[in-house]
């Protein structure tokens, strides 16, 4: 069999402009249609259907000759405008695309005499037709064509699933904000004091309980209740994982959440990485009830709600932030790609592959069971739980007044985001990115990833810190929205933890349109203390206090506090 070297699918787009946000994804009408083809190279492994099954582990391989085909039949007759074409390396350099309604008369409605592979995302004026097919007449390597995606939008695009009404989501913003083009992020005086309450040793994630005292998790399979004045219980009956006795890497006990009926059941929700029967570490949703008695706390009736089922073993950026819908129906669980290479080195390609929960947003029902109105319920399984895709590693999830669902996401080197998550949404990760490739990356070391605008297909970030000489990333995790009365001035923002940055970020959002018109950065208080490396963060529902945890061995539990 032959080896062709692998592309990353550098995003070309040949009628490629920057679109406005949508609330919706446009749907891919050749999605799993029936497909022919002229030839293939390999049956068993390049089979005609790889080329719309929404995978880009899989393709399509003809025989080695030209003229060669691929026809896509969408079952009736639809409006379409666009076509994009993955192709591996092996593309066609000459093609057209031609339709039918009858399979038998042909129309060409686009022509390319120069075609570079990548991705060609092509545009033309709108057709009704039945079928779509790419005649390719001449090759840029002696193999066959070699197609990872063929896909046909409807003539504006659009078409995807509404947003769903209980998430009772505003207007998605339609211009992404640089955070690092000078000016716009500003550093002015800290209008709060820093308390500590309690110290921790790599403290995770954080959440209030009805009486006012804070749940805190530390990565190496810790729990403890705090009251406010720096009392701590730890809390016993924990599954044990992959972070024990600090192990782990990224990867551990990670977010907990108080269950929206925790005054009726006194159930917690946690995130944590598991060692699976199979072996493969395996991020974890569960639930237990917090029995406090005899003067001790311990977890009790666990029940693992999900578990990511793929096989792949997740090697670190786990995600696993936690957000209950605002009416308290639904639970949302953020998954990291799991940093997981392709044979090539290029890693987060699980982010893009539709049957693993890797790099995708989760929604379920409290119960553990897939909400009917997921954008692929009806798919069943993973893909039936998916209301997101295209992530790296997502470390904060939060709702803001209006019922908006936003979130964080580390970049790889740079290209940190802020992104507001439609329903159906795909992010672009790792085919799109406004940062870079690590330096010591066995694909590709130090180049530039495909940036967004590139690519209009995917739902560009709110904003995002890009890759700039005189700046370094940010690193975001933690992530809440400010609708408290100490700080009246911050009303309406989102508040960002920072790891590498080591502070607090404040987000200033239109409320009309949600676009970011602003980004402040606090690295100190008032009074000269650094704010550290703020993990996750909570704005506490009895006074509008700012509760975070600051990461590292010196870690700690702190209160952010109007000024004096």
Known sequence: MRRVPHSFLLLAGLAATPCAFAQSTPVNLALNQPVSVSGTENAAAFNAANANDGRLDTRWSSEFVSPSWITIDLGS??????????????????????????????????????????????????VSARFVSMYGTEKNTQYGYSLYEFEVYGASGGGGPGDSPDQQPGTAPTVSYNARISGNQTEPAAPFVITDVAPFNNPWGLDFLPDGRVVVTEKSDRMYIVTSAGAKTSIGGLPVSVGANGGGGQSGLHDVAASPTFAQDRTLWFSYVAKAADGNNRLTLATARLDESAGAANLADLEIVWQEPSSYSMRGQPGARIAFAPDGQYVFLSVGDGDIPDSNGNRGVTAQMPDTGLGKIIRLNLDGSTPTDNPEASAGGVRGQVWASGFRNPYGLAFDAKGNLWETEMGPASGDEFNFIAKGGNYGWPLVSNGNHYNGDAYMPGQPYPRHDTAPQFTQPAAYWGWFSTTNSMSPSGLAFYNGNLFPQWKGSALLGSTSSIALYRVVIDPASNNVTGVERYGRDANGVYTGAVRALKVSPFDGSIWYVKGGSDGALRKLTPKS
Do not use: M
């Open 77 to 126: 007759e639809q409006s379409i405008g666009r076509v994009v074409l993955r192709w591996e390396n092996a593309h066609a350099t000459v093609y057209t695309l031609n339709v039918s309604n009858d399979g038998v008369n042909w129309t060409t409605v686009y022509t390319n005499a120069n075609g570079k592979g990548g991705t060609e995302d092509i545009t033309f004026n709108p």
